[in-house]
């Protein structure tokens, strides 16, 4: 009953942002009810198709395909308020994927499969529906270049599976992977956690300039931040320079100033003048600059 519930959740809230991502390509409302229900019941369909599983579940229980077109027409009728409640929808789509992702693992499991193919199709039911909303919405899929979001349909799986193996009890199992895959997937939007990007390009290919953490601007960051360096360093050799020859200077005046002293101590020194014929003073010459006295 809980899986059932937040199921309708799930696609409800994958409905209206598909439907809103139609309203951005300006669609008619048969291209809306289309995008809305690939999107939301698309994953587990394709899920179906690849492990065999008939009949669809949309096809088993319509009330599902219902509830989907229900609330695409009614996200048209309402569109102008639809923005108020985007962190909401963000909300309702993590519950979505978290179910979804259960529900592939159960599926897989039940047919008899392992872990792999439970993690396969969690990763399937998960967010294949969001695939195909941007593949006919004419852009990049988002699950390819956004935050973590596949991978959380792999954690819930692995999860799932690891405690189903355990011996823990279904109900509980359930329970407890839905909140890990929940706050997970919250986590990674908050804290815009993604995986790493590969990016390569060839000779003739242009660099986009949108891109910052690319090899050309590492490289030309890494020979600023060099030259930088060598220059700082040029400087740092200058003042040290500088340095010494300041010292070297500071004691020649030292020096300069210690014989300026020397002589005038030398000269102050010198026996002060005597009175002409006092005993004593002759053939004593005078200091230099003194001129003797004559008689």
């Given at each position: 009953?809980?899986?059932?519930?937040?199921?309708?959740?799930?696609?409800?809230?994958?409905?209206?942002?598909?439907?809103?991502?139609?309203?951005?390509?300006?669609?008619?409302?048969?291209?809306?009810?289309?995008?809305?229900?690939?999107?939301?019941?698309?994953?587990?369909?394709?899920?179906?198709?690849?492990?065999?599983?008939?009949?669809?579940?949309?096809?088993?229980?319509?009330?599902?395909?219902?509830?989907?077109?229900?609330?695409?027409?009614?996200?048209?009728?309402?569109?102008?308020?639809?923005?108020?409640?985007?962190?909401?929808?963000?909300?309702?789509?993590?519950?979505?994927?978290s179910v979804f992702a259960v529900l592939g693992a159960q599926?897989?499991?039940?047919?008899?499969?392992?872990?792999?193919?439970?993690?396969?199709?969690?990763?399937?039911?998960?967010?294949?529906?969001?695939?195909?909303?941007?593949?006919?919405?004419?852009?990049?899929?988002?699950?390819?270049?956004?935050?973590?979001?596949?991978?959380?349909?792999?954690?819930?799986?692995?999860?799932?599976?690891?405690?189903?193996?355990?011996?823990?009890?279904?109900?509980?199992?359930?329970?407890?992977?839905?909140?890990?895959?929940?706050?997970?997937?919250?986590?990674?939007?908050?804290?815009?956690?993604?995986?790493?990007?590969?990016?390569?390009?060839?000779?003739?290919?242009?660099?986009?300039?949108?891109?910052?953490?690319?090899?050309?601007?590492?490289?030309?960051?890494?020979?600023?931040?060099?030259?930088?360096?060598?220059?700082?360093?040029?400087?740092?050799?200058?003042?040290?320079?500088?340095?010494?020859?300041?010292?070297?200077?500071?004691?020649?005046?030292?020096?300069?100033?210690?014989?300026?002293?020397?002589?005038?101590?030398?000269?102050?020194?010198?026996?002060?003048?005597?009175?002409?014929?006092?005993?004593?003073?002759?053939?004593?010459?005078?200091?230099?600059?003194?001129?003797?006295?004559?008689?």
């Open positions: 009953m809980l899986l059932t519930v937040l199921y309708i959740t799930g696609i409800t809230a994958e409905a209206v942002t598909a439907a809103l991502s139609a309203g951005r390509q300006k669609m008619d409302l048969f291209g809306v009810i289309a995008i809305a229900c690939m999107t939301a019941l698309g994953g587990g369909t394709v899920r179906d198709i690849i492990l065999g599983n008939y009949p669809l579940i949309w096809v088993e229980t319509p009330r599902y395909l219902l509830i989907v077109i229900g609330a695409a027409l009614i996200t048209v009728s309402i569109s102008w308020l639809m923005h108020y409640f985007r962190l909401l929808f963000l909300v309702l789509d993590a519950v979505g994927l599926a897989a499991l039940e047919m008899g499969h392992g872990l792999v193919i439970a993690a396969v199709a969690a990763v399937v039911t998960g967010v294949f529906g969001g695939v195909l909303r941007d593949i006919f919405s004419d852009r990049m899929p988002l699950v390819f270049s956004k935050e973590i979001y596949a991978m959380v349909a792999v954690i819930a799986a692995c999860l799932y599976v690891g405690l189903l193996e355990l011996g823990v009890e279904e109900s509980a199992a359930i329970i407890v992977t839905l909140i890990v895959a929940f706050m997970t997937r919250l986590f990674a939007m908050y804290y815009k956690l993604g995986l790493p990007v590969f990016e390569y390009r060839g000779a003739d290919q242009p660099i986009d300039p949108r891109v910052r953490l690319s090899y050309r601007f590492i490289r030309r960051g890494f020979r600023s931040v060099r030259r930088r360096a060598g220059i700082d360093a040029f400087r740092y050799r200058l003042l040290d320079k500088k340095k010494e020859r300041g010292d070297q200077d500071d004691e020649q005046w030292a020096m300069e100033v210690d014989m300026k002293e020397s002589r005038e101590k030398r000269v102050q020194d010198w026996p002060k003048k005597k009175e002409i014929g006092e005993p004593g003073t002759e053939g004593r010459k005078p200091p230099e600059g003194e001129e003797p006295e004559g008689e």
